[in-house]
């Protein structure tokens, strides 16, 4: 019984974090990538041929796994001056607005991205270093596009449980919040 | 046709209150669907916009900062510091700002030099009896020169987009940070003695100093290596960042004993938190640059500048005023993301040093950070301080108008910025 609920724990703790632990990774594959290829140049005297382009594959998944977990964080850059001027009880609402029109277009990126995998599934490009297909790199666009949107929506559903459609998108717009966490931490 | 549609659609995008990134690609979508460039490309370039090397070592001086911070490296920085400073009047306040001078030829990041050093300095300050508003201004301008004095992000956004040297930008940001660092502790020194904060009464000990720089020894070195490293041509930014990060997880691993697994973890969702937040925009900013391009959007503007004045002072000077107005209101990377590839060839056509601009560009960004309503310094030291947005914007007005006064001095004496580069070849003009 007990094993049940530890793997219960650990589902959850992976369907909330699975971004941040994922990203936690790829960074550190870059990371250790790019200090691999430091040390064989400057100490063994020798050139590594695969780490710049791992690393480079890693930064552009770190890039759009991080925007799925800025999504779930709510901490992505606008400009919300303009909102400002509006009386505070409406405010969400222009909030949610916004956010359902970047999800329409999170889907058509995410869509584009599919059309793209599919071409290029077809027509098969291998990375010059490591032999790779491209197109396994390439599907982080649909896939991070399709759990950014994912996680607007569920960053939705959890206000519309808490406090029914009058909490959708409250906390989410103090512009000063968000940025002072995102920069804090 | 095509400028008007792209303009008005990423006007009403950011006005919405979209996130800028979108915005800017949403923007791109609209102004494709009316002419006939493919739709396939989109996200190709959504892959292609981000991948380029030099970028990659924003997430590493992000990484390298968290890691520094966390690993006490900042505490032994200030310990020093503050071994000058305690004998003048509003000598903590100065310390902050000498910290966040050390910090930021550590860090790349405005906010998160305020972060690591006003944490810190600001419960210090507030603690020798020094008003709160006066230790959140010291805090969030001394922060601002963490984009400056290099490394420094925005600039590496900055030589990514307008191709010029990463290196000569860093070369060119140090004598300008020196300027602002000093004249931003004269600033300090002046409030504090006009609001009657005195010393901490510490006298001067140069034995006390020699045994605080030895335990800090390896934190005191960090912008050697750095710095030092970048500035000898030994290794490129990229390589100077993960080095960064190495040598913190050595000083604040092995050496301070401070970092443990958890630190390490929160600092590499830090990187990547900002990575998918700044970075993305680069990402979708691409094709938007590409298409203000094709429709020759920079030529048009630079016919309306040109006709308005030739003056090199003129157009510099109107440049500058729009920078501080946009400030107000944008994040700074994204003004840089944006605004680059329209006035980039505006100035060059004028016969405007590249990286001479990237540094006006960059300093009066360090203005946005401390103006309202987003001005992001000012969050952060709001935070830590307890003091209202409101009343914190009037204790940085002296600091704001050193940094304009500086920025004068700069923008009609360009040898101060391109000295250093030249020197080491690496300016153009």
């Not at chain 2, 915005?23 to 002419?35: D, E, H, K, N, Y």
Request: aromatic share 14%; proline share 4%.
């Amino acid at each position: 019984m007990w094993g049940g609920i530890m793997i219960r724990v650990a589902i959850s703790n992976i369907y909330e974090n699975f971004e941040k632990y994922f990203c936690a990774f790829i960074m550190a594959v870059m990371v250790i990538c790019l200090g691999a290829q430091v040390f064989f140049r400057f100490v063994l005297d020798a050139a590594l041929t695969w780490s710049e382009e791992l690393s480079r594959f890693a930064f552009v998944w770190v890039i759009y796994m991080g925007a799925s977990m800025a999504a779930m964080e709510r901490v992505h850059i606008r400009v919300t001056v303009p909102q400002l001027l509006l009386p505070s009880q409406y405010r969400h609402y222009a909030t949610v607005f916004a956010d359902f029109i970047w999800l329409i277009f999170n889907l058509f990126f995410a869509y584009q991205g599919i059309l793209q995998l599919k071409h290029m599934f077809t027509f098969t490009f291998t990375s010059p270093a490591m032999q790779w297909n491209t197109a396994f790199v390439y599907a982080i666009i649909p896939l991070g596009f399709f759990l950014m949107s994912f996680r607007i929506v569920q960053g939705y559903w959890r206000d519309y449980k808490r406090g029914g459609i009058h909490a959708m998108g409250v906390d989410l717009f103090s512009s000063e919040r968000s940025i002072v966490e995102e920069t804090e931490k | 046709m095509t400028i008007a549609i792209l303009s008005i659609t990423l006007f009403a995008c950011l006005f919405l209150g979209l996130p800028i990134f979108m915005s800017l690609g949403i923007a791109t979508f609209v102004s494709l669907t009316t002419s006939n460039i493919p739709m396939t490309m989109v996200a190709q370039t959504l892959y292609q916009g981000v991948d380029k090397f030099p970028l990659l070592a924003i997430p590493c001086f992000i990484l390298a900062g968290s890691l520094m911070e966390r690993g006490g490296v900042t505490q032994q920085i200030i310990d020093v510091v503050l071994r000058f400073t305690g004998r003048i009047t509003g000598g903590l306040g100065i310390a902050t700002i000498l910290a966040c001078m050390f910090f930021s030829a550590i860090s790349g990041s405005g906010p998160g030099t305020v972060a690591a050093i006003g944490t810190l300095m600001i419960p210090a300050m507030v603690n020798r009896g020094y008003d709160r508003g006066y230790a959140g201004a010291v805090s969030s301008s001394g922060g601002t020169l963490g984009i400056l004095i290099p490394p420094s992000n925005p600039m590496i956004i900055y030589g990514v987009i307008a191709n010029c040297s990463i290196v000569g930008l860093f070369m060119a940001g140090m004598v300008p940070g020196i300027i602002i660092g000093l004249s931003h502790c004269f600033v300090a020194y002046y409030v504090a003695r006009k609001l009657n904060f005195g010393s901490t009464g510490e006298q001067f000990n140069t034995r006390e100093l020699l045994i605080m720089c030895w335990r800090g020894k390896f934190a005191l070195a960090t912008p050697l290596v750095i710095l030092g490293g970048i500035y000898s041509g030994i290794f490129t930014p990229v390589e100077a960042s993960v080095i960064a990060v190495f040598y913190a997880l050595l000083v604040g691993g092995a050496i301070n004993r401070k970092l443990n697994f958890t630190d390490i973890l929160e600092s590499l969702t830090d990187a990547a938190r900002i990575t998918g937040t700044v970075i993305i925009i680069v990402g979708t900013s691409t094709v938007f640059g590409q298409i203000l391009t094709v429709n020759q959007a920079p030529l048009k503007l630079a016919a309306f500048i040109t006709g308005i004045s030739t003056n090199w002072y003129v157009v510099m000077l109107i440049i500058i005023v729009v920078f501080f107005f946009l400030g107000m209101f944008m994040e700074t990377l994204s003004t840089i993301i944006i605004l680059t590839p329209v006035l980039l060839p505006v100035v060059m056509e004028l016969g405007i040093d590249p990286i001479y601009f990237g540094v006006i560009f960059v300093v009066t960004n360090e203005v946005a950070f401390l103006t309202p309503p987003l001005g992001v310094n000012l969050f952060v030291a709001c935070q830590l301080s307890n003091v209202s947005i409101e009343r914190l914007s009037l204790h940085v007005l002296p600091h704001i108008l050193a940094i304009v006064l500086c920025i004068l001095v700069l923008a009609f004496f360009p040898d101060i910025i391109l000295w250093l580069p030249r020197l080491m070849g690496y300016a153009a003009y």
